[in-house]
């Protein structure tokens, strides 16, 4: 590298030490010491990422408390797994509460892009071009919508919102004490993460996300505020909401070969579902009803939901509750697994065209864990070895990494929501490194990437 190379790499600011060792080389030589546009990790940056995460899982909590009290109110819901109480409630009461989800839904959203103007609700799309600024008004009312639509019991995920105001509250604090361009985007990044950390509880795994996901930037100048932000985030989310993992009392695993040979074996079907999952997602993202349209077609979406909930009344919400389930060793039928994981992409891809918004981070994961369960079943019918919940999990992780275009993401996320599977790492890094391979070659969008708006300068 030229002379010229190594100054644009200086550390900024420069260590307290300044002498260099015998060699007479720079720390810089090592590729992860910095980056060519770092952002200046100065005390004023340290203190207003500390509000930023603050801000995040204190907004994030609150969006979670918003969502329970609604599922509260709709289904009596007290706490643990939404589907034991679904499953108490009358068929007529869920499309009753559906309905009232896309009666409230589709004119509250119709409202918010057609009278509130300025600014964007699309964290991805504004860090990745690096252009814009985010709409205070716009996206704390779209989050709050979310959270309201989905605790009704609407099929898609819940993590949108909390990582939108966790970006907002970065940019805001960015504009407000008007730092530096490398430093507002690492800001509003490091917020977005810190957001999606609070209400999963994976301060890891939101930290990594920051990194693979939002920057795909990997040195100790973006890592050290990434982990921090999350941190911080996910401590304040304890005053609020439980330390548990997101997913409580998975049973470890014993590690059998079995398990290396299925992730071998399926790895390239979980490639070809999170690709085809992806691309379904683009398509109604791109087609998705707009104008006045949207006062009305929740409504019908939501109708639809509603009459297949009467057999399949797991499908309500992300699906957390029903990964939760097969985690758990509850749901053991292969059938009751084929129906559940074909229905809860397409019913989430309706809500999407429907113009409803909310996140797909769940119903990616539950959707992988669902198949992941139906191919363990089948694997444990001609070979007598393994778990279906061992299975699932690996269809989780591989879903997600292949979904995300994001391995390290994924894997994480698997490890941190369930506070277990360390047993079975090993097949799990397997199956999702593969899937994440086959999925980048066939294709490479993310259901981020997918969802990105037109560029229309």
């Not at 309201?148 to 960015?174: F, H, Q, W």
């Not at 917020?191 to 509880?201: C, H, I, K, R, T």
């Not at 330390?243 to 079907?269: C, D």
């Amino acid at each position: 590298m030229s002379n010229q190379g190594w100054r644009e790499r200086a550390r900024k600011p420069s260590p307290v030490i300044k002498s260099r060792l015998p060699h007479g080389r720079g720390a810089t030589e090592q590729p992860n010491a910095t980056g060519i546009h770092d952002a200046r990790l100065t005390p004023r940056f340290w203190l207003i990422l500390s509000l930023t995460s603050i801000i995040a899982g204190t907004l994030g909590s609150l969006l979670m408390k918003l969502l329970f009290f609604i599922m509260y109110l709709a289904y009596g819901y007290k706490g643990g797994n939404l589907n034991s109480y679904l499953k108490l409630t009358s068929p007529t009461h869920r499309i009753f509460a559906l309905l009232i989800a896309g009666a409230i839904g589709g004119p509250g959203f119709y409202l918010i892009r057609k009278k509130l103007k300025g600014g964007t609700t699309d964290t991805d799309d504004l860090i990745w071009r690096k252009r814009g600024q985010l709409s205070t008004t716009k996206s704390t009312a779209s989050s709050i919508l979310q959270e309201i639509v989905i605790g009704l019991g609407a099929s898609i995920g819940r993590e949108a919102a909390p990582k939108l105001m966790g970006a907002v509250a970065g940019d805001y604090l960015s504009r407000t004490f008007n730092v530096t361009e490398e430093q507002r985007w690492l800001l509003i990044a490091c917020g977005a993460g810190a957001g999606l950390a609070s209400v999963y509880n994976v301060p890891l795994a939101g930290a990594i996300f920051i990194v693979e996901v939002l920057l795909a930037e990997i040195n100790i100048s973006v890592a050290l505020p990434a982990l921090a932000s999350t941190v911080i985030a996910t401590l304040t989310s304890y005053i609020f909401l439980p330390t548990q993992p997101a997913y409580p009392n998975v049973r470890s695993f014993h590690l059998h070969g079995s398990e290396i040979v299925f992730a071998l074996v399926t790895a390239p079907i979980f490639a070809i579902f999170a690709t085809l999952f992806v691309r379904l997602v683009g398509l109604v993202s791109h087609h998705k009803v707009k104008g006045k349209m949207v006062i009305f077609t929740p409504l019908v979406a939501m109708a639809v939901q509603g009459v297949i909930g009467i057999w399949f009344y797991q499908l309500f919400g992300n699906g957390k509750d029903m990964a939760q389930n097969l985690f758990g060793g509850e749901i053991t039928s292969l059938s009751l697994l084929a129906v559940l994981f074909l229905l809860k992409p397409i019913l989430t891809a309706m809500v999407l065209e429907s113009g409803l918004s909310g996140g797909l981070l769940t119903p990616l994961f539950a959707s992988g864990a669902l198949l992941g369960g139906f191919l363990g079943g089948v694997w444990i019918h001609f070979f007598h070895s393994g778990s279906i919940e061992a299975y699932a999990m690996l269809g989780a992780s591989a879903a997600l990494g292949a979904g995300l275009q994001a391995p390290l993401t994924g894997l994480v996320l698997i490890l941190e929501l369930t506070h277990t599977g360390l047993q079975i790492t090993v097949p799990i890094i397997l199956i999702t490194f593969i899937a994440t391979s086959i999925s980048r070659k066939l294709d490479g969008y993310s259901i981020y990437s997918a969802r990105l708006p037109e560029v229309t300068e």
